[in-house]
């Protein structure tokens, strides 16, 4: 099976659930790295008087999270595109101190025709619940395979 069909094989498939914490450490580096200074990333007391009475993280900080592997998933260590990223929050931001349950779903493959050649287009969400299995956030990607990408592989 070359690497589209297994692609195109694991549409629905996921990963065994990863367990997360979200540490005040590591959403104040990630604040700094993004160059976010808002007070509610990094100041116990301006959080503790906001709405949300305690430091929360910034929205793209699912990023950093561990999601588990699919089985038999392949990724080229090189090659891809980023098409696009997106993160939708259920019940507003994550706050420190919460533990989070993080799996991978492949959700699909398609392909276009360019006028480059073949592309195709694999999307994958990332879902983020609670210790009761509520959801919290959903993270999609898109990454794209090129034509250059597809003869590498072979395809």
């Known amino acids: 099976m070359n690497v589209i069909e297994r692609?195109?094989?694991l549409?629905?498939?996921?990963?065994?659930p990863v367990v997360n914490l979200v540490e005040r450490g590591a959403v104040?580096?990630?604040?700094?790295?993004i160059g976010d200074p808002?007070?509610?990333y990094v100041d116990e007391e301006a959080a503790k008087k906001s709405r949300y009475a305690g430091l929360i993280a910034p929205p793209?900080?699912?990023?950093?999270?561990e999601y588990g592997r699919?089985?038999?998933m392949y990724w080229p260590d090189s090659g891809m595109i980023h098409g696009e990223h997106r993160v939708s929050y259920e019940h507003g931001p994550l706050k420190v101190g919460d533990e989070i349950h993080c799996y991978t779903e492949f959700k699909s493959y398609d392909e276009k025709e360019s006028r480059g050649g073949l592309l195709g287009f694999i999307v994958l969400e990332r879902f983020g619940e609670g210790s009761g299995g509520e959801r919290l956030f959903t993270?999609?990607?898109?990454?794209?395979v090129t034509p250059t990408l597809r003869k590498t592989l072979g395809t």
């Not at 993270?139 to 794209?144: G, H, L």
Request: charged share 30%; glycine share 4%.
């Open 139 to 144: 993270m999609s990607d898109t990454a794209i």
């Open 7 to 9: 692609w195109r094989s």
């Open 60 to 65: 793209t900080f699912p990023r950093t999270f």
């Open 70 to 72: 699919i089985e038999d």
């Open 11 to 16: 549409v629905g498939e996921r990963s065994q």
């Open 28 to 33: 104040r580096k990630f604040a700094e790295a």
């Open 38 to 40: 808002n007070p509610l």
